[in-house]
């Protein structure tokens, strides 16, 4: 490899690992601060301890049901909620049962199309794969 190759494989790598660092800062501030609003609920998940846990989501609405999605490469919310679909769920203030459910096909792509996600915010989360869980009631 000459050094001219050599250079822009190291620019290269140089822009990979800052990309990295970029995602890896802002995956880390939105888990730490949680930021919620009128458009967010409070998942509450409990896995095999036992000890219940909360994570602030983006509530999506769609045909009258209420969803959630992983849209972020942390999710271990998702994954307990997968393995232990009781979950609560506070929304507006209120804080009631669900069953998660997870959501596939005609249903994700609907669902998904109706709530996407802008460029800049996958550009920021490194493009993870998206997942949904519909909230059901108890």
Avoid: C
């Amino acid at each position: 490899m000459g050094e001219r190759a050599m250079k822009a494989a190291k620019r290269i790598a140089i822009a990979i690992a800052i990309y990295i660092g970029i995602v890896v800062a802002f995956e880390s501030l939105i888990g730490f601060f949680q930021p919620a609003n009128q458009t967010t609920l409070v998942i509450t998940t409990t896995g095999g301890d036992g000890v219940p846990k909360d994570r602030v989501l983006a509530h999506l609405k769609s045909g009258g049901q209420s969803y959630v999605a992983a849209n972020h490469w942390p999710r271990a919310w998702y994954e307990r909620a997968l393995k232990y679909p009781n979950v609560e769920a506070t929304i507006e203030g209120e804080k009631a049962p669900y069953i998660a459910v997870p959501v596939t096909g005609e249903e994700h792509t609907r669902v998904d199309g109706e709530h996407s996600l802008p460029l800049p915010f996958r550009i920021l989360t490194g493009f993870p794969p998206r997942y949904l869980l519909r909230l059901d009631p108890r």
